[in-house]
Antibody, heavy 125, light 107 residues
Framework: EVQLVESGGGLVQPGGSLRLSCAASGFTFSHYWMSWVRQAPGKGLEWVANIKQDGSEEYYVDSVKGRFTISRDNAKNSLYVQMNSLRAGDSAVYYC??????????????????WGNGTAVTVSS | EIVMTQSPATLSVSPGERVTLSCRASQSVNSDLAWYQQKPGQAPRLLIYGTSTRATAIPARFSGSGSGTEFTLTISGLQSEDFAIYYCQQYNNWPPYTFGQGTKLEI
């Protein structure tokens, strides 16, 4: 069974840092792009970052560029996001998700299929 | 950035009914459109990708259609477990991936 389990969330003061982890099992982790997606309380979904299978490419939403760093350890089947200079607006449940790379129309198309249950981050003094 | 707009925000329906949810993109996303279902306290679940392909184990009562900028998710014969929030998402032009604001199905 494909499973993603996030951890590392909690309460942090504005300006502080936090590192979230996502443990993957049930599939060959190194074969997949991975994503972080967040959801503020009572709000919709917001994509945060993507990382390529070998970690050679990273992409971020503008609001976290320069503050968040996505990374992975394929030997440990784990995905991470290092979050620095945290703001109240970063408070959310953070989900990791597996990304499917589908080839059609002469190109790759990337969508998320399996999601973890999330870990909550609260940024408050 | 492609803006995704869903309508309506809330839909009041009854079990057994057929319901259609709409999603519009601010520019063409070709067929790179996914639908997710989210129940309270749970992670999103992939229902549809590529506009109309059901994900693994998704019942046939869920169907998707559309292309370009206009998309729909249809649920035929609503069941009690279908009451949830539904999000559309484009993956044609990223970063960033963008989601609609969601449509809540309520009784």
């Amino acid at each position: 069974e494909v499973q993603l389990v996030e951890s590392g969330g909690g309460l942090v003061q504005p300006g502080g840092s936090l590192r979230l982890s996502c443990a993957a099992s049930g599939f060959t982790f190194s074969h997949y792009w991975m994503s972080w997606v967040r959801q503020a309380p009572g709000k919709g979904l917001e994509w945060v970052a993507n990382i390529k299978q070998d970690g050679s490419e990273e992409y971020y939403v503008d609001s976290v560029k320069g503050r968040f760093t996505i990374s992975r350890d394929n030997a440990k089947n784990s995905l991470y996001v290092q979050m620095n200079s945290l703001r109240a607006g970063d408070s959310a449940v953070y989900y990791c998700a597996r990304v499917i790379s589908a080839w059609y129309a002469y190109d790759y198309h990337y969508y998320m299929d399996v999601w973890g249950n999330g870990t909550a981050v609260t940024v408050s003094s | 950035e492609i803006v995704m707009t869903q309508s309506p925000a809330t839909l009041s329906v009854s079990p057994g009914e057929r319901v259609t949810l709409s999603c519009r993109a601010s520019q063409s996303v070709n067929s790179d459109l996914a639908w997710y279902q989210q129940k309270p306290g749970q992670a999103p679940r992939l229902l549809i990708y590529g506009t109309s392909t059901r994900a693994t184990a998704i019942p046939a009562r869920f169907s998707g259609s559309g292309s370009g900028t206009e998309f729909t998710l249809t649920i035929s014969g609503l069941q009690s477990e279908d009451f949830a929030i539904y999000y559309c998402q484009q993956y044609n032009n990223w970063p960033p991936y963008t989601f609609g604001q969601g449509t809540k199905l309520e009784i």
